[in-house]
């Protein structure tokens, strides 16, 4: 792992601030993709931008992660259990976004020894947001 990785993981300080932002942040990326209630397919590319290229598993109100997995542990697996059981494909005929790690690899590869993780507790919090005042304050600005 990248010792910039690994500081995220030791950093108890971060650490804190992960535990208590991530989910605030991804609040906000819900709400930013929401129409009528409804959560667009759209928040998966907030998240991104709010996080790359890390694993995270979103769980509200209980108890989660944000998780570093090594691509070599990746890999490791894919050769040990093969694809058909490291990969999900979608069910054909249905608007996929790709493939899926399956649980049984996820689950083995957020065990390893060399995966670090960050417990969090998924917990919703009142945002008073609306994603329109932004702009309308910013063209009023001079």
Same mark, same amino acid.
């Given at each position: 792992?990248?010792?910039?990785?690994?500081?995220?993981?030791?950093?108890?300080?971060?650490?804190?601030?992960?535990?208590?932002h991530l989910p605030y942040?991804? /609040?906000?990326?819900?709400?930013?993709?929401?129409?009528?209630?409804?959560?667009?397919?759209?928040?998966?590319?907030?998240?991104e931008k709010i996080i790359?290229?890390?694993?995270? /598993?979103i769980n509200w109100n209980?108890?989660?992660?944000?998780?570093?997995?090594?691509?070599?542990?990746?890999?490791?697996?894919?050769?040990?259990?093969?694809?058909?059981? &490291?990969?999900?494909?979608?069910?054909?005929?249905?608007?996929?976004?790709?493939?899926?790690?399956?649980?049984?690899?996820?689950?083995?590869?957020?065990?390893?020894?060399?995966?670090?993780?960050?417990?969090?507790?998924? /917990?919703?919090?009142?945002?008073?947001?609306?994603?329109?005042?932004?702009?309308?304050? &910013?063209?009023?600005?001079?």
């Open positions: 792992m990248s010792s910039r990785l690994i500081k995220i993981f030791e950093d108890e300080k971060l650490i804190k601030r992960i535990k208590t942040l991804f /609040q906000i990326a819900e709400l930013e993709s929401s129409r009528a209630g409804k959560i667009g397919m759209e928040v998966g590319s907030l998240r790359v290229a890390l694993l995270i /598993q209980n108890t989660g992660g944000f998780y570093y997995i090594p691509l070599e542990d990746q890999k490791g697996l894919f050769d040990r259990i093969g694809k058909e059981r &490291y990969i999900k494909l979608p069910k054909q005929g249905t608007n996929s976004r790709g493939v899926e790690i399956t649980k049984e690899a996820l689950s083995s590869l957020v065990e390893d020894a060399l995966s670090k993780t960050i417990k969090i507790h998924w /917990q919703r919090t009142k945002i008073d947001y609306n994603p329109y005042k932004r702009w309308v304050d &910013y063209w009023r600005e001079d």
